[in-house]
């Protein structure tokens, strides 16, 4: 099956050996949402979150960082089985470089997405950098990938293929829904 990824990205993509997220603007669509009792309110693409296990039942590490503090955060990376979910983070840099020591990688194998300039800092430390597509466009102009869809949208899916393809895992992946 041929692949929609330049071998160039693939190859790139290949080295790495965890992949890190943010979550408004990538993991949702980045709207900041609240009811009339204060409640914050967050929607997540399923699609995504079947993306991420598919990554950690072949081998990657994921993990979340961001410079919010939410429940529902907590609550979905729990439901996700995402081990390391930093939030509260503005140093989105310094967090993973604490990420790739607590994993044991370099973060030179690590893949991170964000969507704003806050992540630039992780992201050009990641060795593999990626963003939504409608993500700030000075980081569009300097990542590995830019997805074909918008935060919350299925861009972390997109992503995790792309890591399991470069892996070698895509097709069984995908086989073993069939």
């Known amino acids: 099956m041929s692949q ?8 790139k993509a290949k080295v790495v050996r965890a992949a890190v997220f943010d979550v408004d603007g990538v993991m949702t669509d980045g709207r900041l949402v609240y009811a009339s009792d204060g409640t914050e309110l967050k929607a997540f ?27 529902i955060v907590s609550r979905r990376c729990q439901e996700l089985g995402i081990q390391h979910c930093l939030q509260g983070r503005e140093d989105k840099g310094q967090a993973l470089r604490e990420l790739a020591e607590i994993l044991g990688v370099g973060t030179g194998q690590m893949a991170y997405m964000g969507d704003d300039l806050v992540d630039w800092p992780a992201m050009r430390l990641a060795g593999f ?30 992503l995790c293929e792309l890591l399991l393809a470069a892996h070698g895992h895509l097709d069984s992946w995908q086989g073993g829904f069939v």
């Not at 929609?4 to 190859?11: D, E, M, N, R, T």
């Not at 399923?46 to 590490?61: F, I, T, V, Y």
């Open 45 to 71: 693409h399923s699609r995504d979150g079947l993306g991420l296990k598919g990554l950690m039942r072949n081998g990657l590490a994921v993990a979340v960082i961001t410079a919010r503090r939410s429940d």
């Open 129 to 158: 950098s990626s963003t939504p597509a409608d993500a700030s466009v000075w980081l569009r102009e300097r990542v590995d990938l830019v997805t074909s869809v918008g935060g919350g949208r299925g861009a972390v899916r997109e």
């Open 4 to 11: 929609p990824w330049p071998q160039a990205v693939l190859a």
